[in-house]
């Protein structure tokens, strides 16, 4: 069974900083950074393959970073010099491996996360 927990998130000043957190349970072996602003589409914004290469949206490249922590296996997303038109609902996605092929940002994910808001004023 697979499950997402997020956590992080909140409101920040233009500038500023948030990392936000992803707990997975279950097989997964890919995963991906979403956000959705209120009427926008959501967006992709980081992609990790099962080999742990990651893929950045040009929105987001060179201020945010996604990785694992080797401690406790939770990924993160670490947002530097954040801009007000980074607010947005945050989600994490996973997949299985047999689900995992071309990207989440391809092929809809499965499991998600229950979402958290970042405000950047």
């Known amino acids: 069974h697979v499950q997402l927990v997020e956590s992080g998130g909140g409101s920040v000043q233009a500038g500023g900083t948030l990392r936000l957190s992803c707990a997975a349970s279950g097989n997964t072996k890919c995963m991906a950074w979403f956000r959705q602003a209120p009427g926008k589409e959501r967006e992709g914004i980081a992609n990790?393959?099962?080999?742990?290469?990651?893929f950045y949206a040009q929105s987001v490249k060179g201020r945010f970073t996604a990785s694992k922590d080797k401690v406790d296996a939770t990924w993160q997303l670490q947002m530097n010099s954040l801009r007000p038109e980074d607010t947005a609902m945050y989600y994490c996605?996973?997949?299985?491996?047999?689900?995992?092929?071309?990207?989440?940002?391809?092929?809809?994910?499965?499991?998600w996360g229950q979402g958290t808001q970042v405000t950047v004023s």
């Open positions: 996605a996973a997949d299985t491996p047999a689900y995992c092929s071309g990207g989440l940002f391809i092929h809809r994910p499965r499991y």
């Open positions: 990790v393959d099962m080999t742990g290469k990651i």
